[in-house]
């Protein structure tokens, strides 16, 4: 079992720049594929960005394509979602999970979760 702590959120200006972090304890973050998901007010939680065990692939959403990298640093057991260019439609609770799936897209491919960091743009 492996828990995850993300940090990193706050609030920015439209055009600025975050970088999360999400911090795994427990057993090895190399065991698993990595996601990171977001939730606006009243709105569903939908995929931004997954990377693989090894980093050696990367997906993201349409809505966020060119704008934010995710990484991972298995060595510091730490994931890490960059945002750059944020819009206000970017303002949501950003969650990091890990499960075994690669690339997987859907909520239900992920097995661990963090419990949130609160990403805010203001226009």
């Known amino acids: 079992q492996v828990q995850l702590v993300e940090s990193g959120g706050g609030l920015v200006q439209a055009g600025g720049s975050l970088r999360l972090s999400c911090a795994a304890s427990g057993r090895t973050l190399s065991s698993y594929a990595l996601g990171w998901f977001r939730q606006a007010l009243g709105k569903e939680r939908g995929f931004v960005a997954a990377?693989?065990?090894?980093?050696?692939?990367?997906y993201y959403a349409d809505s966020v394509k060119g704008r934010f990298t995710i990484s991972r640093d298995n060595a510091k057991n730490t994931g890490y979602l960059r945002m750059n260019s944020l819009k206000p439609e970017d303002t949501a609770v950003y969650y990091c999970?890990?499960?075994?799936?690669?690339?997987?897209?859907?909520?239900?491919?992920?097995?661990?979760w963090g419990q949130g960091t609160q990403v805010t743009v203001s226009s």
């Open positions: 990377i693989t065990w090894n980093g050696g692939s990367t």
């Open positions: 999970a890990a499960g075994y799936y690669s690339g997987g897209r859907f909520v239900s491919d992920y097995v661990y």
